[in-house]
């Protein structure tokens, strides 16, 4: 009995010390990248129906255009490291026309770096999803970006007149997701 249990013990503590063993290849180190993401709000803002009328509650006939700074692009991370930017917008249109949407993002002195496809939101879309995913090997440009510029206008061929009582109120909400290969 004593015998058996010996060599049961022994086999065990071969088995254990065999298993474990393995050489490690220390050259992968020189092989290995990292892709972080980071996310980040980039423009968020809402337009109520008034703001899509004149002062005598005629539509415009001009587009309504707000520009926003982007600061995170400027940071030495992004300059060196960034390799892709994926921008996601949701929109919400509660109105009975279809509204335009062009986004271009600016250096300093206003040339345009990088401008998106026109984005048309359907009339009375509670959520419009759109993505707009920016390989920087192809638009290198993009990284002197320091503000985005989003116009909207009415699309004329659509839809009803906007009413100067309606309460609703156009929502464009916008994030970034940044790819880093560091």
């Known amino acids: 009995m004593k015998i058996k249990l010996l060599l049961l013990i022994i086999v065990v503590v071969l088995l254990g010390v065999s298993s474990c063993v393995k ?6 180190v020189d092989n290995f990248s990292a892709e972080p993401k980071y996310i980040a709000s980039l423009v968020y803002f809402k337009v109520p129906a008034i703001g899509f009328l004149d002062s005598s509650n005629n539509e415009l006939s001009t587009a ?8 995170v692009i400027e940071e030495e991370i ?6 892709e930017a994926s921008l996601d917008f949701e929109i919400r249109n509660p109105f009975n026309r279809s509204i335009r949407v062009e986004l271009q993002f600016l250096d300093d002195s ?5 401008l998106m496809n026109t984005i048309i939101v359907p009339a009375n879309t509670n959520k419009f999803v759109h993505k707009e995913v920016i390989s920087i090997g192809s638009n ?3 990284l002197n970006s320091r503000k985005v510029r989003a116009s909207l206008q009415l699309v004329t061929t659509s839809g009803s007149a906007i009413d100067a009582n309606d309460l609703n109120e156009f929502e464009f909400k916008s994030a970034g997701t940044f790819t880093f290969k560091i």
């Open 23 to 28: 050489d490690i290849n220390l050259d992968q």
């Open 78 to 83: 992004f300059q060196k490291y960034l390799i």
């Open 64 to 71: 309504i255009v707000d520009e926003t700074r982007l600061t």
């Open 110 to 114: 206003n040339n345009v770096t990088y």
């Open 140 to 142: 290198p440009q993009f």
